[in-house]
DNA sequence: CCTTTAATTCTTGTATACAAAAATCTTGAC
DNA sequence: GTCAAGATTTTTGTATACAAGAATTAAAGG
């Protein structure tokens, strides 16, 4: 693995980080100087920082205006979680018959730990392993690209489905989902483990009104 | 529409060109003093669209030793197009529920200027058709988010497709499969659209020995 | 007092300069 | 002749300088 890390890369993770903190309002522009300055860096790699923010959709840059903060709001929102539910069940699609016998072992695994982490009220151990849980079977495609593209949407959406697993009960119900995913999965039912992810991940019912609220907060 | 370009984008453009059309192979380092020297800019535009290449996977980087050129295999190609297949999969189901009336005439419509095209064995028409018939699907999605992303994996196949589609009686059989595709969206079924939509993209039976013959042309 | 226009200031985009790391070449020992 | 270690050259990454366009302010006219 290449952990190396360009400084531009490290500061465009902190600028995401910033970014998805709430730090910025939708908008508002990322002044270069300002950036340099509080980073203690020339403009260069803040220019380099600020062109991967764009290119991975978190701002949008005018040209001679300068680069501004592009938030989602809750059309952008909504598109974007029917895109990772579509994502989500095509990977279960494939990996129902893709998905080794220690793919499987590792998600009922997981399973476990997200059950005891539930038990615990260990939320940061559970979104963790409710993460890894995805990545499994985005691995179990057997096809690395979708595993990339599913992984960098996931990524994503990370901040915001933080706020909707906050919500009363959310936590044990989608644990019923992850069971019902995995059956499927051992089944090798293909079409079954699509519908099972595309409704777990689907932002539908009360899950709305709790997205919706979120933004508010 | 910002139709506005800055220099660094139009470079990035040019470059990618030049990789799809073969200047390059996989593997070579691009040069940033002599990219800069033939497009006699400096270093900074050219390492802007470099980054831009590496992002969106024609390239990648290794810090402190340069930017080098990574074309698909034939694996990483089937990965894509089996992914591609999925997305309009999904593109299909979506549609099938949400197309307008207008968007149905359009995919009508642009059905015929394919036919006419492969009468009159222009290929160039064809394709352009081709490609706007898909466009005019994510459009129906009536998700922007997804429409985005499914533009840029087509944008990405673009030139292995062409290369596809050369094959002798191929443009037939994919008219007819478009037929298939309009059909199951007028009867608002968004199962066999994505059924059909899905089996129209996969690169499998001798399309795949087509894939990888073109390759090595 | 408001509007318009010219001058000034700021900001971005590009070029150049410099430092540090990697690659290459040279030299020497075996 | 081969290999290794050190010196030299290249190349990347970052800082700084400069030019051109945008924003802002000031001034003049109605």
């Given at each position: 693995m290449e952990t190396e890390l360009t400084r531009g890369e490290k500061i465009a993770e902190t600028l995401e980080q910033l970014v998805f903190s709430g730090d910025y309002k939708d908008g508002d522009r990322l002044d270069e100087i300002k950036l340099a300055e509080s980073f203690a860096v020339s403009r260069t790699p803040i220019r380099e920082a600020l062109q991967r923010l764009v290119l991975s959709g978190f701002a949008e840059q005018i040209p001679r205006r300068g680069v501004f903060v592009r938030l989602p709001g809750p059309v952008d929102l909504m598109e974007m979680f029917e895109t990772m539910a579509e994502i989500e069940a095509a990977c279960g699609r494939l990996a129902a018959?893709?998905?080794?016998d220690e793919g499987l072992e590792l998600l009922e695994a997981t399973n476990t730990r997200c059950q005891e982490a539930i038990a615990r009220q260990d939320r940061e151990t559970y979104y963790a392993e409710n993460e890894f849980f995805h990545q499994t079977i985005y691995r179990g495609t057997a096809n690395s690209f979708l595993e990339k593209e599913a992984r960098r949407l996931q990524n994503r959406l990370k901040p915001y489905r933080r706020t909707q697993l906050r919500f009363r009960g959310r936590m044990p119900q989608s644990m019923a989902e992850h069971e019902q995913i995995v059956a499927a999965l051992q089944n090798g039912d293909g079409e079954a483990a699509a519908r099972a992810l595309r409704d777990h991940v689907a932002v539908q019912g009360e899950k709305f009104q709790q997205l919706i609220a979120s933004l508010n907060g």
């Open positions: 018959s893709r998905i080794s």
